[in-house]
């Protein structure tokens, strides 16, 4: 961070990398007397008239990164592509700016690993965007699950039908292998660390299978969008069935249907599938203890309300009227149900104060980890895979009472 005074400086002096899709969530960084955003780096034009747009006239335009030490900033959010992360987030930490990497970490162990270690080297701030840890549902689930509502957790099961894959995931970069390594990590590294959140462990062992079986075959490619075009641009929710899309991505080469198991490091048992070709969309949590369940029913996103039941006082056939039953209260105020606002006021309280935080470097890790051997395991005809483990002393560092690196696990 910057050596200078905060008594000279009571805002916080906020970079960002990458004005895109993501960008969106770097405005709510903009409080007055807290934060403001003052330099932006994109090298395309709609990014950088994008960053006017977003954060005002006032703010410094950069075509690299590199360039942004010159504007004093105490923090960055990395809000490129998945497969552009890892240069600005270790050149900002080497320079000592706190550093917001949006989720994945990285899409390789290695690339992780590289920027715990440069985070641990330096000191530096490192913060991940898993936002999901935020998002109230799960909250309540994990406060269900603390409260002994179910016993102790023996499974975890997550199916989460991606309703708009083929135009969210398959019409640009995220299709190729080698921006993504797959979507049970580019998509599922959400869905992998809430499931290691709520189970309270992480991946030693996966299987996984997995198949291109929609989109692969679709002869409507085009050439690949342009560097300025973004999601929006060609969102159309009215076609129907998926097989119909047209523009695909020149390049397909990653799975929009994939099933993975895992076995984690306290003996729970978990697994997760995806669909990018559902009609619906929404994830759908299933925690077994050894005195009952629970399951969600919506995930409270974006004005989908939700309810998490709970059968715990006897066996039965099918019970629709569960034992318990939590209503999670729609949260008007932003994006993923005010997960996104929850996620921003904590890293900027952690720039300023370190100290524990709901996410963390290491659990991102693991997401990665977990999600790169599962897909290792799927196009290895369901070999198993063992998920290796981060270096012990990084978990120490990252987990300990220290400030301002220690971090909830």
């Known amino acids: 961070m910057s050596n200078r005074p905060r008594a000279q400086a009571p805002e916080l002096r906020i970079g960002v990398v990458g004005v895109g899709q993501r960008a969106p969530l770097a405005t709510l960084a903009n409080r007055p007397g807290t934060a403001r955003i003052v330099s932006c780096a994109d090298p395309h034009p709609r990014g950088q008239d994008d960053a006017r747009r977003l954060f005002g006239a006032d703010v410094a335009i950069h075509d690299g990164y590199e360039q942004m030490l010159d504007d004093d900033l105490d923090a960055v959010f990395v809000l490129t592509p998945d497969h552009l992360h890892l240069q600005p987030a270790l050149f900002f930490l080497e320079a000592g700016v706190a550093v917001f990497v949006e989720k994945p970490l990285a899409i390789t162990v290695a690339d992780c690993d590289a920027l715990l270690a440069a985070a641990h080297r330096s000191g530096s701030r490192l913060y991940v965007g898993h936002n999901l840890r ?166 409270g996103v974006e004005g989908d309300p939700a309810v998490i039941n709970v059968w715990n006082s006897h066996r039965s056939g099918y019970r629709h009227d569960a034992d318990l039953t939590v209503p999670v209260p729609e949260t008007p105020d932003g994006l993923h149900g005010g997960a996104d606002q929850a996620l921003v006021s904590e890293f900027l309280r952690y720039v300023t104060t370190g100290g524990p935080t709901e996410t963390s470097p290491v659990a991102a890790r693991e997401a990665v980890a977990a999600a790169t051997a599962a897909t290792t395991s799927l196009r290895s005809n369901g070999t198993a895979v063992d998920v290796p483990a981060p270096d012990p002393e990084l978990i120490r560092y990252f987990n300990g009472p220290r400030t301002p690196a220690g971090q909830a696990l």
């Not at 998002?135 to 179910?150: F, Q």
């Not at 299978?209 to 075959?217: I, S």
């Open 134 to 299: 935020h998002l109230p549902m799960l909250r309540r689930m994990r406060e269900l699950i603390d409260s002994g509502a179910i016993g102790s957790v023996r499974a975890v099961w997550c199916r989460h039908f991606v309703g708009h894959g083929g135009d969210y995931y398959f019409k640009d970069w995220h299709a190729e292998q080698a921006k993504t390594t797959g979507l049970l990590l580019q998509k599922g590294a959400h869905d992998l660390d809430a499931i290691h959140w709520l189970a309270g462990g992480f991946t030693r062992r996966v299987s996984a299978h997995g198949t291109l079986a929609v989109y692969g075959d679709n002869p409507r490619r085009t050439a690949a969008h342009t560097d300025d075009q973004r999601m929006p641009d060609w969102f159309d929710p009215g076609i129907w069935p998926p097989s119909a899309l047209r523009d695909l991505n020149p390049v397909i080469d990653v799975e929009d249907l994939s099933m993975m198991l895992g076995r984690l490091d306290n003996g729970v048992l978990t697994s997760y599938q995806q669909c990018h070709f559902t009609p619906d969309y929404w994830r759908n949590y299933t925690v077994i203890g050894d005195e009952g369940r629970m399951e969600n029913f919506g995930d």
